[in-house]
Structure formats: C-alpha cells, structure tokens
C-alpha cells in the first residue's frame, strides 16, 4: 500500500509519542507549529509517490512481496535502485528545501538486512528472518522508520563499558525467554518523533567486554519507556509567531532531531537483529554509514539547487545578475553542487551485491562523496551570502512591513518607509526581494541550516570518520606497487 501524506499524518495521530519542548510535554505534536513543518516535509516523500510523473523514481517492485512500494521502504536490488535512490533524494531537496527524515530508515533497511544474513550464517541465530518479516510489515504498511545509530558516547577516550554511566551507549540490561530490556538514549535523532517505528543499531565497533552494546532491533516508537526531547533550531520561535510567515523563508518544511531516551524498554524476541555478536557491529555501523554518506550525494545536492536558484534571483532582484563576478559565484556554486552530485551517483554506480542479495555502494567513493560534503555545502552558502548582501540578516521583519503606525513626517507609515528603502530592481517587489533573502537566511543560517550546513559537516559521521574509511579503502599499498613498477623498483 502507498500511503498518500494526508494519510500519513492522520496516522501520527494514533501515536502516543511521548515528546517534551521548552521543557513541557506536548500534549499535540502533530498540530505543534515548530513541529509541524517537519511532519509535512515527511510528507512530501509520501505525496510524490502518487505523482505519476516521479513513479519510477519514488517507487519500486519489493523483493519481498512482489508489490509496489514507495522506495523508501525498498531493499535496493542493482546499481539502477541504488542511482535511483539518490535521484529521488535529490528531488526531495528540490521540492522541501529541508531534510525530509525518511533517509535513515531507508539505509538502516540496508544495512540490517545484509549484515544479519552474515550474522546467521555465522552462528546459526535467525535475525535476518526477524528482519524480513519486520520489512514486509513495514513495506505493508509503508511506514517512515527511523534509522537510529548515534549515542551519546560520554568521555570519548573511554569503550562503551567503561562509561561512568552505562546508559551513554545503548545496551542489553536484562535478557529474557521473550526478549531483551534495553536502556540508553540516540542523539540527533533525525525525524524520530514523526517516526511511528524505529530501527536500532550499535553506534561503533564493538569488543567482547562491550557485547551488552552490541545490539540492534526494532521497536514502535511509542513503546513503554521510549520519550524524545526536541532540539531546537536557530530562529525557531518565529514559526510560533502570528502573521511572520515570511520571516521563515521557507514557508511549509522543516526538518527535526531530537534525543530519543530508552528507559528500560522491552523488546520482543521478533524484533531483535543482534543481540551481544559484537563482532559484527563494526559491519553493521559501516555498511549504514556508507549508505548514508551515499545519501547526502542526493539531499544536499537538492538543498542546493534551491540555495543556488535563491542566490541568482537575489542578484537579478538587486539588479546585479549581469556583474561578471556575480556570474562566476553562480558558475561556481552550480561546480562544487554537482561535483557531489558526481560522487553520489559514482558510488551508487559502482556498488555490488551483498551475500543477502541487495546492493551496497561502493565504500571508498562514498566516503568520498560525504568528505566532500562536508565541504562544498560551506563554499556555496558562503557564496550565496556573498550575492544576497548583508541584507539578509539586517532586513527589519515582515510586521515592519505590514505596520501601519506613522513614522514620517508627511504621515508615511514603517511599511511606507521600509518598502521605499528596501526596494532593488523594478524586476521584483519589495516584498518577493524580502522572500528569496529570508529564504537564503533560513537555509544558510536559520532552521534549514540545521539540515543542510551544519549536518553537511556532522550528519553521517563527522569529517575525520570518512577520513578513516578513506585510509582504510584507498589500498595504499597497491598504489606504491604501481610506482615502483613505473620508477623501476623491483623489491
Ligand atoms: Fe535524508 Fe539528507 Fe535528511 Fe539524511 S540529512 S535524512 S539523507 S534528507
Ligand atoms: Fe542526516
């Protein structure tokens, strides 16, 4: 079934998510106004699947059942699925300008799915049964799951078990015939409350004296015990002011992450994908991570598309799009945008096909592909900051423009006033040039930002993790053998 995002929202409100803001418990979170954007940016990945137009980007057959279901329930069957999976991220950025959440789960299926074939066969445990039954019901359902991977992690110089406080990492504190109990919390945690599931998996590799943190299961996200506290965003609160819907730049999305707290929660023997392999948490972590880097090769990129259209209307609105300069920035924010985009469809292009049968990407160039990320994102918000002007973050706000008290001496009014000074070209109004550069303030420093320049650094491992995967993948030793060979060198 394809749920249409009317649906999905009608669907939240069964939930009985426990989350708190400001400190309270939000007895409404679906209606909430800082919430809401987030919920109807959800949405979106919900509504394109019935756009006959975006089909075959934002659906595919399931392996599973043979139905169709909205991609981001789908278990990547070849290097098509894996290219279309970036596309269609690429899409959603496009038309959300914002993170859209669903991302997560969709790689943590992935990787779960593979990585528990592995487990199996090395100790005969039936995880990936469990998760193929999970996934059915999920694809059934079309469900957004959140793919939660992050811990806290306390004191990073000490293992999970050795933490003054065990529940910095998710772990095992009661084992049962009929389940597990588990205790911890995920950190930036990514469209976790707008999430009726969610999939956990341990945050890093694992040693024997840490199996208790080995663990990785599914659960609903209202589950006895679960509660998320909401993290706020630069210039949130204007989403709780009355008639300042410019002020938000961007009109109907958002994005959402928050701490997600497991106070000792129960979990059913079905829904457990490992539970103390610890040998086999270090696969799961990077098979996650390499998808999710692969990830930001598509979202970022769509993000981008919408920041680098606001910067060349800002410079035709100020009356400057045919500076040379000006031409230049856009020609180089349009670069580095695609360069990523380059390195998301290279990795997905070279992936292969794991021993479960679905499709990894190809680790070294998605690693790349996020190192890259971590970069270029700043250069274009930079350069769009560059074309706006200082009027972007200098500009008085939409009630100023709306105001009728009278300010000047022939009676004009503040809007009278600030229309007349804040004027560019004859191209646009006064009030379209407010729009596109509260856009790009939103998106280069206010709530967007969260979602495309601060998590383009830290969003699917920080920028020395990929660092370390490009060492550990880019087979040195095999480079110093062709420069021998050419140099001559025979030992
Ligand atoms: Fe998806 Fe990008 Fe958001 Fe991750 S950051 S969930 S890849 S939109
Ligand atoms: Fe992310």
């Known amino acids: 079934m394809l749920m249409t995002g009317a649906q999905y929202i009608e669907s939240l409100r069964k939930m009985k998510t426990r989350v708190y803001m400001f400190g309270e418990l939000v007895e409404n979170w679906v209606d909430h106004p800082i919430i809401r954007p987030s919920i109807d940016c959800v949405a979106m990945t919900y509504d394109l699947a019935h756009d006959p137009e975006y089909a075959d980007l934002m659906t595919a057959t399931s392996n599973l059942t043979g139905e169709t279901v909205n991609r981001f329930c789908h278990l990547h069957q070849s290097t098509d699925d894996l290219r279309k999976k970036v596309k269609m991220q690429r899409l959603l950025g496009q038309k959300t300008a914002s993170c859209f959440q669903r991302c997560v789960g969709m790689d943590a299926f992935n990787a779960v799915f593979s990585t528990t074939y592995e487990i199996d066969q090395k100790y005969g445990t039936a995880y990936h049964e469990n998760f193929k039954n999970f996934m059915i019901e999920v694809q059934n359902n079309d469900w957004i799951v959140d793919g939660a991977m992050t811990d806290p992690k306390g004191d990073r110089g000490l293992a999970p078990s050795a933490q003054r406080d065990p529940d910095l990492f998710m772990h095992i504190v009661e084992r049962r015939e009929d389940g597990i109990v588990v205790c911890g919390a995920k950190a930036h945690q990514t469209g976790t409350i707008n999430s009726p599931w969610h999939i956990i998996m341990p945050t890093q590799a694992m040693r024997e004296e840490d199996a208790d943190y080995a663990v990785s299961f599914a659960t609903p996200s209202d589950a006895d015990g679960i509660y998320m506290i909401y993290g706020r965003q630069s210039c949130d609160t204007r989403k709780l002011e009355e008639g300042a819907d410019l002020d938000l ?37 990077e098979r996650f991570a390499g998808y999710h880097r692969q990830s930001y090769g598509g979202c970022k990129v769509g993000v981008g598309d919408v920041l680098i259209g606001a910067a060349a209307l800002a410079a035709e609105y100020n009356g400057a799009q045919k500076a040379s300069h000006i031409k230049d920035k856009l020609i180089e924010m349009i670069h580095l945008n695609e360069t990523l985009y380059c390195c998301g469809i290279a990795c997905s292009a ?31 918000t930079r350069l769009a900051e560059d074309i706006a002007g200082g009027l972007m973050v200098t500009m008085p706000s939409q009630a100023d423009f709306k105001s009728d008290v009278v300010c000047g001496k022939n009676g004009e009014t503040v809007a009278e006033i600030c229309d007349k000074f804040f004027s560019g070209s004859p191209a646009c109004t006064t009030e379209e040039r407010m729009r596109v550069l509260r856009l790009i303030e939103n998106m280069c420093l206010g709530s967007a930002a969260v979602g495309y320049r601060t998590e383009s650094l830290h969003g699917a491992g920080s920028p020395q993790a990929q660092r370390i995967m490009i060492q550990r993948q880019g087979n040195l030793a095999a480079k110093k053998e062709l420069a021998k060979a050419i140099c001559g060198i025979t030992k």
């Not at 679905?358 to 274009?380: E, G, M, S």
């Open 249 to 285: 730049g961007n009109q109907k999305f958002g994005g959402q992450e928050a701490l997600v707290v497991f106070d000792h929660v129960f979990i059913p023997n079905k829904y457990i994908f490992m539970a103390g392999e610890f040998d086999f948490a270090g696969m799961m972590v």
């Open 350 to 380: 070279e992936g292969y096909p794991t021993a479960a049968g679905n499709y990894q990407i190809d680790l070294l160039l998605a690693n790349v592909c996020k190192q890259n990320v971590t970069r270029f994102p700043y250069d274009i």
